[in-house]
């Protein structure tokens, strides 16, 4: 077997000369369901035994199935612990099962009918309503701990100093990030602080940026998925040098952000622009 090759840990079968190595398989094409099998050949030596029961368990588990699990389900169905399954995942190159989840979406979005989606979500919820209920809180607890891990608090500083100091601060969100940028630019309005909430998109967007200037602040909830927005307002930003804070939970998404982050990864930070330190 070649280097890297990845295998079944309990089912690797050793003689006094070689070992051989079982290779699980992802039988979806996808681009998500892709990248993890070639993160786990990649990673295999390297992975301790126990992210091995884990990586062997992502790798052969069906993408739907993944994507209603929750950490602990996950460490369960690998005979490890929702810890081992985080370290396993960050270890992959993904910062947390959030991440892992909307990258496997994207391709299962786009190649299953929506009720066939909604009929699989509605299967795997069930009827138990105190799973249901467990479900609920343990979803939120791993997002919140991944935002813990994330965000730096140097980073997290530097972001409150950046709004504190801002003329006015520019709130972007749409879908599921709506409810944050709104709330974000209404709590500032009741302190005293100049904000406006900001939804646009396509050419409407360009209206809402003529109004940015140098020290202002743009505050950008990113969504789920790449929009080309995000790279129009952190671009308009820095060639007005307004400041900018992203708040994500990954930073590998469009070519853009990629260039326009810094070189550490968190979950908010200051993009430079002209000006900065």
């Given at each position: 077997m070649v280097s890297g090759a990845y295998g079944a840990s309990r089912g690797a079968r050793t003689t006094a000369s070689t070992t051989r190595v079982i290779t699980p398989e992802i039988t979806e094409d996808g681009t998500g369901a892709t990248r993890l099998r070639a993160a786990i050949r990649d990673q295999w030596e390297e992975l301790p035994t126990s992210e091995r029961a884990v990586a062997q368990y992502l790798a052969s588990a069906p993408v739907e199935q993944l994507l209603f699990a929750s950490a602990q389900e996950l460490g369960t169905a690998s005979s490890t612990s929702n810890a081992t399954v985080v370290r396993a995942l960050q270890r992959l190159g993904y910062a947390g099962l959030p991440a892992l989840k909307r990258e496997l979406a994207n391709d299962f979005t786009s190649a299953v009918a929506p009720e066939v989606r909604l009929k699989q979500r509605i299967a795997r919820v069930g009827r138990d309503f105190a799973s249901i209920w467990t479900d609920v809180f343990d979803e939120a607890r791993e997002r919140i701990d991944q935002t813990r891990r994330l965000t730096e608090p140097d980073a997290l500083k530097r972001a409150v100093t950046a709004l504190a100091e801002a003329h006015e601060v520019f709130c972007y969100g749409?879908?599921?990030?709506?409810?944050?940028?709104?709330?974000?630019?209404?709590?500032?309005?009741?302190?005293?602080?100049?904000?406006?909430?900001?939804?646009?998109?396509?050419?409407?967007?360009?209206?809402?940026?003529?109004?940015?200037?140098?020290?202002?602040?743009?505050?950008?909830?990113?969504?789920?998925?790449q929009l080309v927005e995000l790279t129009v307002m952190m671009e308009r930003a820095r060639a007005v040098g307004a400041k900018v804070v992203l708040v994500t939970d990954e930073l590998g998404g469009a070519d853009g952000i990629r260039a326009l982050r810094p070189t550490h990864s968190c979950g908010v930070f200051i993009c430079p622009s002209p000006g900065l330190p």
């Open positions: 749409i879908a599921a990030s709506e409810p944050g940028a709104r709330h974000l630019a209404l709590a500032l309005g009741r302190i005293g602080r100049r904000a406006r909430f900001v939804s646009e998109t396509g050419f409407a967007l360009a209206d809402q940026l003529l109004a940015l200037g140098q020290g202002d602040a743009v505050v950008i909830f990113q969504p789920g998925r």
